[in-house]
């Protein structure tokens, strides 16, 4: 594991081989923060995206099956489709069948998907004032910025440079105020969706940012230094200039590809 130092943040990018390798480095760590953050305060506050993760997350539900407190979980989704929960777009119906459904132990009420209306507005004021109110009852915890402070945030990247629902050319990814936002027009299907700020993302303690296959090489080497052309705005920078905590990369060879070893900061 190689440690970034000429940065006040803490980076870590850890380069392995193959997918395999990444579902069980993520699995590793995943649990390490699940029992630390359980022993410090009894609770552990997950926000999952959707796409690939949720394949990558498979070495976690079954080899950490018994050795994970699950009862002391919450999870969020830092994105999500509008669509009912049991269409096939939703993040929440791949976490269901890929990971709440294997690992059996997360109660139901500490799980928190969308509650689904037609209006992506409507669903994104909902799931924000369902989070301001478990920050007023204490459940969750703000930084010193007001926003909520998760404690881990496990996130993909699309080609494009996109994290979350926040992407290039659309005007969600300069939200400063809002914690939760909504998109109706987005380049990926399906259109509407919600998805949490940047605010709310830089805020948590750790983030995880699990990138596999090289066609995620390009965005990768944009967001950590390797690329060579001009500076490209994608959403993902932004993560890697803003965020609060520890921000550590896990990446298969195919999406550390077009790292140039010199120009990686470790
Ligand atoms: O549409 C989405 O895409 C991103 C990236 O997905 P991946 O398949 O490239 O890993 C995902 O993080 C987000 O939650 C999802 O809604």
Not at 79 to 93: A, C
Not at 141 to 163: E, N, Q, R, V, W
Request: aromatic letters at 10%; glycine letters at 6%; charged letters at 25%.
């Amino acid at each position: 594991m190689a440690q970034l130092t000429n940065c006040k943040k803490k980076r870590e990018v850890i380069k392995l081989v193959t997918e395999e390798q990444v579902a069980v480095a993520l699995a590793q760590y995943t649990a390490a923060l699940s029992e630390k953050y359980i022993k410090e305060k009894g609770s552990f506050n997950v926000v999952l995206s959707g796409g690939t993760l949720i394949h990558t997350m498979r070495v976690l539900a079954e080899v950490y099956k018994d050795a994970v407190d699950w009862s002391k979980w919450r999870v969020f989704w830092v994105d999500e489709r509008v669509v009912p929960l049991d269409d096939n777009d939703s993040n929440y119906k791949l976490a269901n069948e890929g990971f709440f459904k294997k690992v059996k132990k997360i109660p139901k009420q500490n799980i928190y998907p969308i509650h689904y209306s037609c209006s992506a507005h409507e669903v994104a004021c909902d799931y924000e004032s369902r989070l301001k109110t478990l920050v007023q009852n204490k459940i969750l915890p703000t930084s010193a910025c007001g926003f909520p402070k998760f404690d881990l945030m496990l996130l993909g990247i699309g080609p494009d440079g996109h994290i979350a629902s926040l992407f290039p050319n659309r005007p969600q990814r300069y939200e400063r105020k809002r914690w939760v936002t909504f998109i109706t027009d987005s380049p990926k299907p399906p259109p509407p969706r919600i998805t949490m700020t940047f605010p709310v993302i830089n805020c948590a303690s750790n983030i995880a940012m699990v990138v596999t296959g090289k066609e995620l090489a390009d965005p990768v080497a944009k967001t950590l230094g390797g690329y060579v052309g001009p500076p490209p705005p994608i959403p993902c920078s932004e993560l890697e200039m803003e965020a609060e905590g520890e921000v550590t990369w896990i990446l298969d060879k195919g999406a550390a590809s077009k790292l140039h070893h010199h120009h990686v900061v470790y």
